[in-house]
């Protein structure tokens, strides 16, 4: 961690350098285009003030995209900190287990109870795998994977079934459904992946016990818009652009404390585009929350 701290406070010197030496330019270009037009008169002073702005120009483009990288380097940072730790944490705890089932007896019930952990821990574990190898493969999964005609109420119902087995929630007691039944034509390892994620991150997110509703309406246009929302804090207007970017996560108490990496609704919004698609957040009118929607091509069926 110490390391991280140290590599970031590293980028103050070339972004407070890049400052000065455009303040430091445009006061020199400044001066130079007063003693001109002094000098020579109006052409020169025209000629001045053009190569001054693509000069500024210049400088102002590199300096947004100083910013974009430092702000990239520290989403990375963050990243690698979150990987470590939730790579760490499972083998710490499966190997804590494992050397106490060796080196002692343990009662039926206890055993089972540590069991019942580490299958917990590599369940984590896979998920995370899971998640690294999608990033990995996002542009082959998209091109690669088979098209098919899917129903996505039942898509829908499969990943909610799933994303609450995954954080051990009763789905009748979580989630609520307002569906019509409507096809996507689509690869359905990408629908499920985009679902799954969202699901997800619904009930990790959401309130104490989370409750999820889930809608999905067919357009006249022919889309079939689906709508996620939970009961959790909700995410603040300045950041929902944001979320969508890899490796970002919010910088709440709250998400601080949530296991992850940052990757789920960048690997949700890629696969989405690649299905010609739009995802967007909303807040949900009169209620705490986040509302995720899901636009895809799709048509209403019996």
């Given at each position: 961690m110490a390391s991280v701290l140290r590599s970031r406070s590293t980028l103050h010197l070339p972004i407070t350098l890049s400052v000065v030496l455009m303040v430091l330019n445009a006061t020199l270009m400044v001066c130079w285009i007063v003693l001109l037009a002094q000098s020579t008169g109006w052409?020169?002073?025209?000629?001045?003030?053009?190569?001054?702005?693509?000069?500024?120009?210049?400088l102002s483009f590199y300096m947004v995209m100083m910013i974009k990288e430092v702000r990239l380097n520290q989403r990375q940072a963050n990243?690698?900190?979150?990987?470590?730790?939730?790579?760490?944490?499972?083998?710490?705890s499966l190997r804590l287990y494992l050397e106490t089932l060796q080196m002692r007896t343990v009662a039926d019930e206890q055993r089972d109870q540590f069991y019942t952990v580490m299958e917990d821990e590599l369940e984590r574990l896979d998920h995370l795998i899971t998640q690294l190898l999608e990033v990995g493969r996002l542009d082959a999964i998209g091109?690669?994977?088979?098209?098919?005609?899917?129903?996505?109420?039942?898509?829908?119902?499969?990943?909610?079934?799933?994303?609450?087995?995954?954080?051990?929630?009763?789905?009748?007691?979580?989630v609520t459904f307002e569906l019509v039944p409507a096809v996507v034509h689509a690869p359905r390892l990408v629908v499920e992946s985009i679902f799954r994620n969202l699901l997800d991150n619904a009930i990790k997110y959401g309130g104490d016990p989370p409750q999820v509703s889930v809608q999905l309406h067919v357009t006249d246009r022919g889309r079939a818009v689906t709508r996620i929302a939970d009961n959790g804090h909700g995410v603040p207007a300045e950041l929902r652009k944001q979320i969508f970017r890899m490796f970002f996560r919010a910088g709440s108490e709250l998400t601080r404390r949530q296991k992850g990496t940052g990757l789920g609704l960048y690997i949700v919004q890629t696969l989405v585009r690649q299905l010609k698609g739009r995802v967007t957040i909303h807040d949900?009118?009169?209620?705490?929350?986040?509302?995720?929607?899901?636009?895809?091509?799709g048509k209403a069926t019996a």
């Open positions: 052409g020169a002073l025209i000629t001045g003030v053009v190569v001054f702005a693509v000069i500024l120009a210049g990243f690698v900190d979150s990987v470590t730790h939730e790579l760490k944490s499972p083998i710490a091109q690669q994977a088979e098209m098919e005609e899917l129903r996505l109420d039942d898509v829908l119902k499969k990943c909610a079934v799933a994303a609450c087995a995954h954080h051990k929630r009763d789905v009748a007691a979580t949900r009118p009169g209620q705490s929350g986040s509302v995720f929607e899901v636009d895809l091509p």
